[in-house]
């Protein structure tokens, strides 16, 4: 139980265009989903907060504007990247905190997908 | 404040030896520390997760100690297998504020 699943895995991209990344939890719902971005060999950076149905809360120094998050629903989440440039380039990373849950505070990540933009 | 404090960075331990990685903290909010493995190329996966209310908390060959007043909390891997190879984070969070707070990471190695 408790997977999450994300799509695509790996995207390559040219400087300029923007990209689509889908985090679903496939056997539970999920009230509050996470975005993650991580550089190799470096730990897990929060970038924001998705909640169903409501605006996405923004760590301090992540751009609203460049990194777009919609939670249409309680098994999906999505993160845009427009406008892509190669500093954007990362492993981005979900997470997805079940609706009802043993310790409420419980997080299950996706597999990440890798972003390279050309 | 919100730091969590991870050593050590990486780690080589023998196949069958004990493998421990430690934690610290500032934040006396936090009541939820969990460890997660990452193995190169995926996502995290929660390993064991331990609330402040115990000391000591085992599941299989993984063990949280936990030390409330001196703010730490570490991770031991018993009898290590060379699949135990992977990037080990602590985390720790506060009640009714979901957000987790990671520490930086260990890499370790598990050799025959």
């Known amino acids: 139980g408790a997977v999450v699943s994300q799509h695509p895995s790996w995207v390559i991209c040219k400087s300029g265009t923007s990209v689509k990344i889908e985090c679903r939890s496939l056997d539970f719902q999920a009230t509050t989903m996470f975005w993650y971005r991580q550089f190799p060999k470096q730990s897990l950076m929060l970038m924001a907060t998705?909640?169903?149905?409501?605006?996405?809360?923004?760590e301090q120094g992540v751009e609203k504007d460049k990194f777009l998050i919609n939670h249409a629903s309680l098994t999906l989440s999505t993160l845009t990247v427009t406008s892509a440039h190669p500093e954007d380039s990362s492993f981005y990373i979900c997470?997805?905190?079940?609706?009802?849950?043993?310790?409420?505070?419980?997080?299950?990540f996706g597999p990440g997908t890798r972003l390279l933009v050309l | 404040q919100q730091q969590v404090k991870q050593s050590p960075q990486s780690l080589i331990v023998q196949k069958g030896g004990i493998s421990i990685i430690n934690c610290a903290y500032e934040n006396t909010a936090f009541d939820y520390f969990p460890w997660y493995q990452q193995f190169p190329g995926k996502g995290p996966a929660l390993l064991i997760a331990?609330?402040?209310?115990?000391s000591e908390k085992k599941e299989g060959r993984f063990t949280i100690s936990f030390n409330k007043s001196a703010k730490q909390f570490s991770l031991h891997i018993m009898d290590s297998q060379p699949g135990d190879s992977a990037t080990y984070f602590c985390?720790?969070?506060?009640?009714?504020?979901?957000?987790?707070?990671f520490g930086t990471g260990t890499r370790l190695t598990i050799i025959p």
């Open positions: 985390a720790a969070s506060m009640g009714g504020n979901e957000k987790l707070t």
């Open positions: 998705s909640n169903e149905g409501s605006k996405a809360t923004y």
């Open positions: 331990i609330r402040p209310d115990v």
């Open positions: 997470s997805a905190r079940p609706l009802t849950s043993g310790g409420q505070e419980t997080q299950y």
